[in-house]
């Protein structure tokens, strides 16, 4: 991992050279980090939410099948096939961010080693607001309340209990009280940048939150969803055989043409049209005129 550290340091220390603060430099880097990750931060919460959208017809399945887990587990594949829901898209776009987190995180929990070059640690002891080292933890404690009190918000905004089981809601409870007070704890411990960092990043995650769950996910009724799937099942099997259609007549042609086989001629199709008339016009001359024309 050192060469992760190694990279976020320097990126850190680039940063910090154009703006010559290192609290402010910190403040920056969070914000542009989160902000290359926003797609993946969007694609978990929307993951998530359409997980909780269909958690009521996930418990009554559970309902139903309480007595037959191998029927349940097929009927709540079948549901989440249904509706488009994948269980495990909501963790890729963790996984993918967990090194980008541990970078960021070793390289501010050592910036004497990762960020700073030698020689070059004066800038740690330069004061931000209140905090005189950003290398040594917050005196004042201000950094852990903020961080315990954000996430918190955080959390409790995203969590929707509304429709989970007793024992689920209580888990989420409990947690949403331990997760904040535990980041509190870890920031008493370390060093204020990685407090500064995670106070900023967690802003940052609220209000993105915010403005992703604002709009709800609303599900057509499950006879409705079963109905769609079935003309599209139709649809893509139509367009399967008219494909396989068209590439046996191009294979056919094809082989005709190596054999020297006349060509097959399409059917005339009947105009739609009624064809013009072919009787003859004749004109009639009237007399007054034959008999000017036999005068002359």
Request: contains cysteine; proline residues 7%.
């Amino acid at each position: 991992m050192h060469f992760l550290y190694q990279g976020f340091g320097w990126i850190l220390y680039q940063i910090f050279r154009l703006i010559g603060d290192y609290g402010y430099a910190v403040i920056l880097f969070t914000v542009i980090v989160k902000t290359i990750i926003l797609p993946l931060n969007i694609k978990q919460t929307n993951s998530m939410k359409e997980m909780q959208a269909i958690t009521p017809e996930v418990q009554k399945l559970q309902k139903k099948y309480k007595n037959n887990p191998e029927k349940l587990n097929v009927e709540t594949m079948k549901l989440y096939k249904l509706y488009k829901v994948n269980p495990m898209s909501g963790c890729l776009p963790l996984l993918i961010q967990l090194p980008i987190i541990w970078g960021l995180f070793g390289a501010l929990q050592n910036p004497q080693k990762y960020v700073f070059p030698a020689g070059k640690l004066s800038a740690l002891h330069q004061s931000f607001y209140w905090i005189p080292n950003l290398g040594k933890p917050d005196p004042l404690y201000i950094l852990p309340i903020i961080c315990v009190v954000v996430t918190f918000l955080t959390q409790k905004f995203t969590t929707d209990m509304s429709t989970a089981d007793p024992a689920t809601a209580t888990s989420q409870k409990v947690m949403m009280i331990i997760m904040p007070l535990m980041i509190g704890w870890f920031a008493l411990k370390m060093p204020a940048g990685v407090s500064l960092y995670w106070v900023v990043q967690s802003v940052y995650t609220f209000v993105q939150q915010f403005l992703v769950m604002r709009k709800p996910v609303k599900l057509v009724p499950i006879e409705e969803a079963e109905r769609r799937v079935k003309e599209q099942e139709a649809k893509d099997k139509k367009q399967k055989r008219d494909r396989l259609k068209e590439q046996s007549e191009i294979r056919q042609q094809a082989l005709n043409a190596q054999l020297g086989r006349p060509e097959k001629k399409t059917k005339m199709t009947r105009p739609k049209t009624k064809p013009a008339s072919k009787r003859r016009i004749v004109t009639k001359i009237p007399k007054s005129d034959e008999r000017t024309k036999k005068s002359n």
